[in-house]
């Protein structure tokens, strides 16, 4: 089964989420288990409503391009049914791809949720985060027992001021 970056982190928050105890994560697991069942199911319908309708495009070229007198020698049931078949499979697989779209927004709508109660689970475990940035701590230089602070709001290196630190 190919994996891309989408379903690798994916299945990776809904790991993390296994962690909590909480109803709620694990609803939000389920759920998005649900909504990739129900994504991976429109892919296959839009896939075979796509193979349809290039099928019913086919049938209706191929005896006017092959055929002498092509409305004549066909039957008219015949062209009616293969285009009706060719419009209805167009339709789903219109249908088909904004329901894809709709299940694949709900589905970042749950791994955002899941991020945030992941990253909430972590900081209940593991305490608060070490700071990110220059302009939140000091960034010691082990050579010379100096730290650099960030001079401006910015936090650019060229803004750093140097302070003897003991």
């Not at 010379?144 to 003991?166: E, I, K, M, N």
Request: charged share 25%; net charge positive.
């Amino acid at each position: 089964m190919i994996t891309n970056d989408h379903q690798k982190q994916t299945e990776f928050l809904k790991e993390c989420l296994r962690y909590d105890e909480n109803a709620r994560c694990q609803e939000l697991a389920q759920e998005i288990i649900r909504m990739q069942r129900n994504e991976r199911c429109v892919q296959r319908a839009a896939w075979l409503m796509a193979v349809l309708t290039a099928l019913a495009v086919a049938l209706l070229v191929y005896p006017a391009i092959l055929l002498e007198n092509f409305p004549y020698s066909v039957p008219q049931l015949m062209v009616n049914l293969v285009g009706v078949l060719g419009m209805g499979s167009l339709i789903s697989l219109l249908a088909f791809l904004v329901l894809g779209v709709i299940y694949r927004e709900r589905l970042n709508q749950l791994r955002e949720e899941s991020r945030r109660r992941v990253a909430k689970l972590l900081e209940t475990r593991l305490g608060n985060v070490a700071p990110t940035s220059v302009r939140e701590g000091f960034i010691r230089d082990r050579s010379r027992g100096r730290a650099r602070v960030a001079a401006d709001d910015q936090g650019s290196p060229a803004g750093f001021d140097t302070a003897a630190r003991d």
